[in-house]
């Protein structure tokens, strides 16, 4: 039969837990209470009427869009809100006519980002996507209809 030794390092082993009073259970309890709290609001997110909301975890997009109202999320996930509501790019120039006039050429284009596109547009072009999208466009087109 194998022997063991015991070894003795003074102090019986691990420390024992003092017993908590009435008010050391009640600061613990509200401790927890604060940390879920914190952790809920944590949660939580509003979209606003008229937006989607993208989701990313680590700067990386999941694919999930929010639509309008709270709703209860990974505390590690961020939502960036993209508005979804009809918009309107005014474009104002001055062009030549075929007889030589100048003539102030004012127009309007009205556009709207797609619900079920938002994720995708947010991943390929960020949140300044009218910049990139639709005014790059409007200059190229109105280059092209305007040549010197």
Same mark, same amino acid.
């Given at each position: 039969?194998?022997t063991t ?7 019986g &082993?691990?420390p024992?837990?003092p ?11 509200l401790? $927890?209470? +604060? *940390?879920v709290i ?7 997110t509003?979209i606003?009427? &008229? ?6 975890l680590? &700067?990386?997009v999941?694919?999930?869009t929010l639509?309008?109202? $709270? ?7 961020? *939502? ?7 918009q309107?790019?005014k ?8 007889e030589?006039l ?8 009205l ?6 596109k938002?994720?995708?547009v947010?991943q390929?072009m960020g949140?300044?996507? +009218?910049?990139r +999208? +639709? ?5 190229? $087109? &109105?280059a092209?209809?305007n040549p010197?």
């Amino acid at each position: 039969m194998p022997t063991t030794t015991r070894f003795d390092l003074g102090g019986g &082993g691990l420390p024992s837990m003092p017993n908590l009073g009435g008010a050391g259970r009640r600061i613990l309890q509200l401790g $927890i209470l +604060v *940390v879920v709290i914190i952790v809920l609001m944590a949660s939580t997110t509003s979209i606003p009427t &008229g937006n989607v909301g993208v989701l990313t975890l680590f &700067g990386r997009v999941t694919g999930e869009t929010l639509p309008e109202g $709270i709703h209860l999320i990974n505390p590690l996930k961020s *939502v960036q809100k993209l508005s979804v509501q009809t918009q309107s790019l005014k474009e104002s120039a001055n062009v030549p006519s075929n007889e030589g006039l100048i003539l102030a050429l004012d127009t309007s284009l009205l556009f709207r980002l797609d619900k079920s596109k938002a994720s995708y547009v947010y991943q390929t072009m960020g949140e300044p996507y +009218v910049e990139r +999208v +639709v005014e790059h466009e409007c200059s190229r $087109i &109105g280059a092209s209809a305007n040549p010197r």
